[in-house]
């Protein structure tokens, strides 16, 4: 089924060097030989033209990424110079995201701190996983509330990664065996299956993003509201 996706109506922020939208979970954000529905990647371009050298032309302005099905801000510059100052401040980790994720069972603590090295997992290439040699990362989190639903114990919880490795969160919380509610690849099948009854979607969403302007060096944070499924 083709995404039906209005990039206008969900823009959050725009001047005339960036742009920041709320990406829907399932949609998929960059073009790839796997990608077999429309890409947020083909939406851009078919409203904004993009100029400049290859990295950029060839990202559409995307800055960075979020899983196909991770909802929330997701930032995007319209021009070269905003584009290469936005990838420097992000290799520096000077910018600030945080999510939210309901994620399985009773969080004993209300700070959570992960440090471990992610990886391509060896056996399985969909996935990632705490390896040695992996790279470094590191994930902070605080607990908001806990529900039970349909005899399953969740944790809402407030998460601010400060590295940004490919399925940082959903990795470190599936290795502390808490893992996102409806998350297809790390769930076990019977948590996911019911996951997918109640929610319908992965329960993880990046409702705010802050940095430091590229243009005049003024803090601009944008935000992104948590879907009603969070906390009803």
């Known amino acids: ?27 998929i954000v960059n073009r790839s030989k796997t990608a077999k529905t429309k890409t947020l990647q083909d939406y851009l371009e078919e409203e904004y033209s993009f100029e400049g050298d290859e990295t950029f032309v060839s990202r559409s302005g995307i800055v960075h990424r979020l899983d196909k099905d991770t909802s929330g801000v997701l930032i995007i510059a319209k021009n070269e110079k905003a584009f290469t100052e936005l990838q420097k401040s992000f290799k520096n980790r000077e910018i600030q995201k945080e999510y939210t994720a309901l994620v399985h069972g009773s969080i004993s603590h209300e700070l959570l701190e992960i440090n471990a090295p992610i990886g391509r997992s060896p056996v399985n290439f969909r996935k990632y996983a705490i390896l040695a040699d992996g790279k470094k990362s590191y994930t902070k989190a605080v607990k908001i509330s806990e529900i039970n639903i349909q005899e399953e114990t969740y944790s809402k919880m407030k998460i601010h990664p400060k ?45 705010k993003i802050t940095f430091i302007s590229p243009v005049d060096n003024k803090k601009i944070s944008i935000e992104s509201k948590i879907p009603s499924i969070f906390n009803n």
């Open 1 to 27: 089924m083709e995404n039906k996706f209005n990039l206008k109506e969900n823009i959050l922020f725009e001047d005339d060097w960036l742009l920041a939208l709320n990406k829907p979970s399932d949609l």
């Open 163 to 207: 590295t940004g490795r490919t399925h940082q969160i959903r990795v470190h919380f599936a290795s502390i065996n808490h893992p996102i509610a409806g998350d297809s690849i790390y769930c076990p099948k019977a948590l996911y299956e019911k996951d997918l009854s109640i929610f319908g979607r992965l329960m993880l969403h990046a409702n």
